[in-house]
């Protein structure tokens, strides 16, 4: 592993990521950890929302910080719950969620390991 450091201003958001409707900004995370984490912010991408698919993430941990606005998810065996900026998410390794909707100004932080995760997703 080795140090890292990154500002906003040299790393934009792109629209790159796992989900169509959300713009992501990379941290630097996975490469100065040999790809163990990755640490993104995702924001709403302007006029997009949400599908409402199922699915789940081959993951040993996740983690999810909402930074502002507000997002409704469902997680399987423990219902829909409205994350709003301060909400602090421990998403359980494969729990089988989906996101049904979101503000136009959502914006969360996300650490994952490993960083090279697998998404399924699910009927």
Known sequence: MKFSI??????????????EYFDYRDLGIYESTDKKVVAHVIKASKGSNAHGDWHCHEVEFQFVFVLKGWAIFEYEGHGTHKLEA?????????IRHREIEHSD???TLELILPGDFKTIQLP
């Not at 990154?6 to 989900?19: E, I, T, V, W």
């Not at 301060?86 to 494969?94: D, L, R, S, W």
């Open 86 to 94: 301060g909400t602090c998410v421990h998403q359980a390794p494969g």
């Open 105 to 107: 100004d959502f914006e």
């Open 6 to 19: 990154q500002h906003a201003k040299d790393k934009p958001f792109s629209h790159d990521g796992l989900r």
